[in-house]
């Protein structure tokens, strides 16, 4: 087991004292992983590993399996060849290009289907739970077209929408992704246990959690990164004003992708966050080919922003610019605690009406700015 490369990955996320960040920095420093876990204590002392995650790298240079971190990777293992789960590491070469590239992307990936789908352009379809009839033929019907036209549904196997987008791109005879906030070995919620077989035997269902973790609410945001960064967009088809689907929408702004809304009645609760999205400048989308315009006329893979000099997010930081990259930054710092017209900050930062509108509703989704009659103002 020692010598294994897949092994060596699941013992990276299992060293303790370490979220994800930080282990993204350890690779960026050490970016030969073998050699890291072979180094002495004096030199992980130095680059400033925790006292518990010195002691585990020292327990696996001895092979001492009576090491927690060391167990778990055995049962880990244990796990996933008892449930034909697959394993996936950064260093593999299905592991989907664009995930890749945001700042906070899953070291490991574990997988029940086919992993060369994630090859393939997705769009994230994502919405409420509680859907309204209309809603789930929305979700339905864009995610067969969308799947007609060569992109893949992704979604995160939720009553609802969620649900509706995978049946739909399934009925129609196309793969999906379903990315769930638990183990593999189970399925969550329970009624769309016979859904969730569908996807794996027809296309692919991720996690980033081994299995035997069961569903807790702090995975879902979790999910939902890996969701928008999957995909060229996200289409939210049904959301109310403190949905999760718009935090969904912020993380696909933050990972520079497109946001898309389907537009409903006024008097329905499940339309207001799509309004909202749709007021601050997401694509009001009444078909398929609204989708299709935005993604051929705006979007470019990550590695083509940052060769243009875009800066991806940065992690950690304090102050409430922490996790911003300079678009949004400087429409923030162009604003004042008096409304200012669209028109004014375009002038002012230079950027297009539709960048603009795209910043100030990350923004506004951070809680630093708000609408206001005459424009936009800072959050005093």
């Not at 260093?91 to 664009?98: I, L």
Request: charge should be negative.
């Amino acid at each position: 087991m020692f010598s294994s490369a897949t092994a060596q990955w699941l013992f990276l996320t299992c060293l303790p004292g370490l979220g994800r960040t930080r282990r993204r920095e350890l690779l960026t420093e050490f970016p030969d992983l073998p050699q890291m876990l072979s180094m002495n204590a004096a030199t992980l002392r130095a680059v400033g590993m925790t006292a518990d995650a010195m002691a585990a790298i020292q327990a696996w240079q001895k092979q001492d399996d009576a090491h927690p971190a060391i167990r778990e990777v055995r049962t880990i293992l244990h796990d996933c060849q008892k449930h034909a789960v697959g394993i996936l590491t950064w260093e593999d070469t299905h592991y989907p290009e664009q995930l890749r590239h945001i700042h906070d992307a899953p070291l490991v990936l574990f997988t029940r289907g086919d992993t060369e789908l994630l090859a393939r352009d997705q769009i994230g379809i994502i919405g409420s739970r509680k859907a309204t009839p209309a809603g789930l033929d929305h979700a339905r019907r864009f995610a067969a077209e969308l799947s007609a036209r060569d992109l893949m549904v992704t979604s995160g196997l939720a009553l609802g929408v969620d649900g509706a987008a995978h049946a739909g791109a399934l009925d129609a005879g196309y793969p999906t992704v379903a990315v769930i906030g638990c183990g593999l070995d189970r399925v969550y919620p329970h009624q769309h246990r016979r859904l969730g077989e569908r996807v794996v035997a027809d296309g692919l269902m991720i996690s980033e959690y081994p299995p035997g973790t069961p569903a807790r609410a702090a995975h879902f945001p979790q999910r939902n990164r890996i969701i928008s960064g999957l995909s060229r967009g996200v289409l939210v088809v049904e959301a109310g004003l403190r949905s999760g689907s718009l935090i969904t929408a912020r993380m696909a702004l933050e990972q520079g992708r497109e946001v898309f809304a389907i537009p409903g009645s006024v008097h329905s609760p499940v339309a207001r966050g799509c309004h909202h999205l749709i007021k601050q400048g997401a694509r009001l989308v009444e078909t398929v080919e609204d989708i299709l315009e935005e993604l051929g006329a705006w979007w470019s893979p990550p590695l083509a922003n940052e060769a243009a000099g875009t800066p991806e997010p940065k992690p950690g930081g304090k102050g409430p610019l922490a996790g911003l990259d300079g678009r949004e930054i400087a429409v923030f710092e162009a604003l004042g605690y008096d409304p200012q017209s669209t028109d004014a900050l375009s002038s002012a930062t230079g950027l297009p009406a539709d960048q603009l509108m795209q910043s100030l509703l990350l923004l506004e989704l951070q809680g630093l700015v708000s609408s206001a009659p005459g424009g936009f103002q800072k959050i005093a």
